[in-house]
Structure formats: C-alpha cells, structure tokens
C-alpha cells in the first residue's frame, strides 16, 4: 500500500504562486510515476503534470506548461508542484497521485492509469 498525503493549498490572488507538496509512504522502495490532477466545481478531473522517478522525466498540461514545474525530493520521498502567474481558471481542488503503470504523457495524463490518490488540497484564486 502507498499513502499519499498532499500539503500547501490555499486561497492565492491571480498572478501570485503557490507550492504544493505530496509526501509518500508504504510501498515506495522502487519509485514510482508521480502526478498532479485537479478537479473545479462541475468539472472532470484534469492532468495537470507528472514526473518520473529514475529520469526526472516530466509532462505537462499544455495549459500549465511554462508556468507550473513539478519536481521531487528523492530523500524525503516527495513530490512538489510549483505554480505560477496562478489565474483564477485554476481555483479546483489538487490531486497528487502514484501510478505503477511506466509509459509516456499519452498513459500519465490519464487518471484512469493511477493506483494511489491522496485526499486532494484546495487552491482556490481570487481574481
């Protein structure tokens, strides 16, 4: 079992930044593709960026690319989402989660593909 636990949400005016933060625990030993998807009121849940652990391969929505970054801290087993010029567009609530699937953007960027989710942080933006 993987435990997921997100930190760092919060009401943020646009064009500000925040951090968000997925600390990970249980079954870890071998890393494994990490994510951020985010969910808005009504809506679907959305890729958002991924990482890979061995290569520090990452994917992007194209709507974040350029903006947000997403990196890991492999000694703390920990995955971190730097957002940026944050719009209000982006108010949802945060998902980090760990897939045990290996391929490329086309099998990260689908929910579907994940085993473990954490419990979601809110980032609402004030225009």
């Known amino acids: 079992q993987v435990q997921l636990v997100e930190s760092g949400g919060g009401l943020v005016q646009a064009g500000g930044s925040l951090r968000l933060s997925c600390a990970a625990s249980g079954r870890t030993g071998t890393m494994y593709p990490m994510a951020w998807f985010r969910q808005a009121p009504g809506k679907e849940r959305e890729f958002v960026a991924a990482i890979k652990w061995g290569i520090s391969s990452t994917y992007y929505a194209d709507s974040v690319k350029g903006r947000f970054t997403i990196f890991r801290d492999n000694a703390k087993n920990t995955v971190h989402l730097q957002m940026n010029s944050l719009k209000p567009d982006a108010t949802a609530v945060y998902y980090c989660?760990?897939?045990?699937?290996?391929?490329?953007?086309?099998?990260?960027?689908?929910?579907?593909?994940?085993?473990?989710w954490g419990q979601g942080t809110q980032v609402p933006v004030s225009s």
């Open positions: 989660a760990l897939t045990l699937f290996q391929g490329d953007r086309s099998v990260y960027s689908r929910h579907s593909n994940y085993n473990y």
